[in-house]
């Protein structure tokens, strides 16, 4: 499974000793926001260059218009500076209909596409049908909702084996949600870095070092 930061604030993509390697970041207008940054083209290409010094390899970037001129603008600046850097670019952009303009421009020019947001089977239909790389539903969020997940992350999973998008899991709230996607078969998940690095120490797992310890020092004073 590829793990993908979740942020836009390059001063927490360094991750705790015992965190697995990350493929790269995703972001959104609304974590761009929350790091104090604008959201415009300047910033985009400012990101690209922080996963680069990071020694990343990817950055997932989403588009804040349905304005399929402007799309194709900010990509071919974003397209220069990834390929300057040598990082690969997928281009987000909502799983709606307001936004197909936008999805078939980036299709003109084999662009990678990322349909995020994605919240029911029909917009999994439409998404394949569009030849995204990737769709990502908000998976907290559903569940918030009281859908049905399980049914809707095994549907992206059995669509990604049989070569349509590959599902990238975001809004995951607790390490049993990981769990239960890295056993359903999902391609990705995108976490914020507090998540990877807390998730990345388990508290069962300190007390049994510390049983150990306690019986080796014991093992030396029975010896003495």
């Keep these: 499974m590829k793990i993908y930061l979740d942020s836009a604030d390059a001063r927490s993509w360094s991750l705790l000793s015992g965190c697995p390697a990350v493929q790269g970041v995703t972001t959104n207008p609304t974590l761009v926001y929350q790091a104090g940054l604008d959201v415009s083209l300047p910033t985009y290409l400012r990101l690209l260059g922080a996963v680069a010094d990071h020694g990343l390899s990817e950055l997932m970037l989403q588009l804040p218009r349905a304005d399929a001129a402007e799309a194709l603008a900010w990509l071919d600046a974003l397209r220069s500076e990834a390929r300057r850097l040598d990082v690969a ?104 870095p507090s998540s990877l690095s807390a998730w990345s120490r388990d508290a069962l797992t300190d007390a049994a070092i510390a049983q150990f310890e306690r019986d080796i020092h014991a093992s030396h004073k029975r010896a003495e």
């Design 89 to 192: 670019l997928t281009i987000k952009l909502p799983c709606h209909p307001d936004w197909l303009a936008c999805i078939e421009a980036m299709g003109r020019v084999d662009q990678e596409v990322l349909l995020t947001g994605l919240s029911s089977p029909v917009q999994l239909l439409w998404a394949q049908e569009r030849k995204a790389r990737w769709v990502a539903p908000y998976v907290g969020r559903l569940v918030n909702d009281g859908r049905n997940v399980p049914a809707l992350m095994e549907a992206c999973v059995r669509v990604q084996s049989a070569g349509g998008p590959g599902l990238l899991a975001a809004s995951i709230k607790s390490p049993d949600v990981l769990a239960q996607l890295i056993a359903w078969g999902a391609e990705a998940v995108t976490l914020p």
